[in-house]
């Protein structure tokens, strides 16, 4: 019997209202055909639209392989809307939405809404003459997904620029997730279709250290819908106003505030402008080449309310940075971050303390390597420091040798003994002052200078392993710390600024030495090398911007120009800096 066959009862018969309740529901519904509501789209018909959406799409290999086994991979709606908040996040680790297929996943999601809506208005004969066009718009949708996720995966890992390349000879990194496990895991989440598991696996594939977090939670911050600061009366300090709310909260998204578990709009003095806030706007104003009168006036408001996009940008790039490091810092190192000409010793805070989970035990100012001669700049590298050598011998390597020390010699005859440097002709001694050295070559000598006081490597060096004799050390012009800052004036290597405090360190850390001991030594003992009884981890890093425990942004200039190289790699406008040194808090 069908809902449409005669029926002998009068159409007003109850029996026959319940008849075709019965019919047109549930189970009986089903058995008589009266429910027509549409199915989910065949997989073969999803298959065939994701092989052919594979031939003329650009996907990774590892996406174009996932498929290879099998359909579609994100059925369920929860799991799409989970995948599509992932993606639309990855902002805030300075990858592009364009670049994870973010900008296309809204606009897929409701193509595919629209033609499940359509699709169900349609009646069963219309369906069964019709072409389904579910299966392609899924299959476009599960693409973006898989494809813009193990994009981002591999983003996260430091496979989007290659420093070696960018930089050649002067940037080393290190190759995160070598083996390919961690991408792996991330592929095997989505094969498995399991939404949270490729939420787990991204995440893993993050740097693990404090400062990458906290550089993200600045570029999360400058991405939100900051209000602008309202026009107004000149502020000044101690006054109040509807105003100081927002400028507390640009401030602190700029940089120039550490961040408070206390909201802006939470605080007991809601509308004061207080000494702590015009402080951090004399700060911006400084930063911004205003006059830092501290007052809240038309040209502040104005630059506060411009947009930050250049700063987003800056934190992009040094969020990659980061992705160039070892997951592993080590538990006791030298940091140097050449652009603040700053060198810190690190350790391990075993007690849980604030910061990175590591206690500064050392922090001086460094000169590093000249930025305005070729090959003098000093490389990103991580190495380790294996003997403290005090009155140390200076070899002098061929390019400084052909560059400074033969021109010297050709110019004064007496200038290299006067200087305590000793030549050696085919590794023979010989007296500089008889050499006629405007009649021979220099590729047939080499040099080496006695300590002294006209030594570069003043009175101690710290020897590492590198094979490009980059190391750290003294110096003998010690007037360039008087501001009680670095600069770039070295030839490559970094001059400490208290390099008798880093040995003392070292010597007692490592060695055992006695307090004091190695002080002496600097101050004027015999020349002597000590091998440390374990190397000593070294980092030297290029960050120009740099979140603190605190939350507190600093910048620094681009001492070597190495930002817009990099953020033409990712695709980025050209990050403007000024070359010098800013720290806005």
């Not at 440390?532 to 070597?560: I, K, Q, V």
Request: glycine share 8%.
């Amino acid at each position: 019997m069908s809902p449409g066959s005669a029926l002998p009862l009068p159409v007003t018969s109850p029996l026959l209202s319940l008849a075709l309740a019965l019919l047109s529901w549930g189970f009986f519904g089903s058995l008589f055909g009266a429910d027509d509501a549409p199915q989910a789209p065949p997989e073969s018909a999803v298959t065939q639209a994701l092989a052919a959406r594979l031939q003329t799409g650009s996907v990774l290999p590892a996406t174009a392989a996932l498929y290879a086994e099998g359909g579609a991979r994100w059925t369920e709606p929860d799991a799409r809307a989970a995948l599509a908040g992932v993606l639309d996040r990855s902002a805030a680790d300075g990858v592009l939405p364009e670049q994870v297929h973010a900008d296309q996943v809204p606009g897929l999601m409701r193509a595919l809404e629209l033609a499940e809506q359509q699709w169900q208005a349609l009646d069963g004969e219309a369906r069964d003459t019709l072409a389904d066009p579910r299966p392609a718009r899924l299959a476009a949708l599960d693409l973006a997904l898989s494809d813009g996720v193990l994009r981002l995966g591999d983003a996260l890992r430091g496979r989007r620029a290659d420093p070696r390349q960018l930089y050649r000879h002067s940037w080393f990194p290190t190759l995160r997730d070598s083996s390919g496990a961690g991408f792996q895991s991330l592929a095997d989440a989505v094969r498995q279709s399991d939404a949270r598991a490729v939420g787990r696996a991204l995440d893993a594939l993050r740097p693990p250290h404090q400062g990458y977090r906290r550089l993200r939670a600045r570029l999360a911050a400058l991405q939100q819908d900051l209000a602008p600061v309202p026009d107004g009366a000149d502020l000044a300090p101690g006054e109040h106003s509807v105003r100081v709310p927002i400028l507390r909260e640009r401030l602190t998204a700029l940089g120039y505030i550490a961040a408070d578990t206390l909201g802006a709009w939470e605080r007991p003095d809601l509308y004061l402008y207080d000494d702590s806030l015009a402080a951090a706007l004399g700060r911006f104003e400084t930063a911004e080449g205003l006059d830092p009168d501290r007052v809240l006036d038309e040209a502040a408001t104005d630059a506060l309310n411009a947009d930050p996009a250049d700063l987003r940008r800056l934190l992009t790039l040094n969020l990659e940075r980061w992705r160039w490091l070892p997951d592993d810092l080590g538990d006791h190192f030298v940091w140097v971050n050449l652009p603040a000409f700053e060198l810190r010793v690190l350790q391990r805070d075993s007690t849980g303390g604030p910061g990175d989970g590591y206690a500064e035990r050392l922090r001086m100012p460094a000169n590093i390597g000249n930025a305005l001669t070729q090959g003098w700049t000093t490389p990103v590298i991580t190495d380790s420091v294996h003997t403290v050598e005090f009155q140390p011998v200076w070899y002098v390597p061929r390019s400084l040798a052909a560059a400074n020390v033969f021109p010297m010699a050709v110019r004064d005859s007496l200038a290299l003994w006067r200087s305590g440097i000793e030549a050696f002709q085919n590794g023979r001694p010989v007296d500089t002052r008889l050499v006629p050295w405007d009649s021979v070559s220099v590729s047939q000598f080499t040099f080496q200078q006695r300590p002294g006081p006209a030594n570069p490597l003043g009175r101690v060096k710290f020897l590492m392993h590198n094979p490009y004799a980059i190391l750290i050390h003294d110096t003998n012009k010690r007037h360039t710390f008087n501001d009680g800052s670095g600069s770039s004036m070295s030839s490559g290597c970094v001059q400490a600024g208290a390099p008798d405090q880093l040995a003392e360190y070292l010597l007692t850390t490592v060695n055992g030495w006695e307090p004091g001991r190695a002080a002496a030594a600097w101050r004027g003992g015999p020349r002597r090398g000590v091998r440390l009884d374990r190397p000593f981890l070294s980092h030297f890093t290029y960050f120009t911007a740099w979140a603190e425990a605190d939350g507190a942004l600093r910048t620094y200039g681009d001492t070597y120009g190495y930002d817009a190289r990099l953020a033409a790699a990712l695709g980025l406008d050209e990050v403007t800096t000024d070359g010098d040194q800013q720290s806005p808090s």
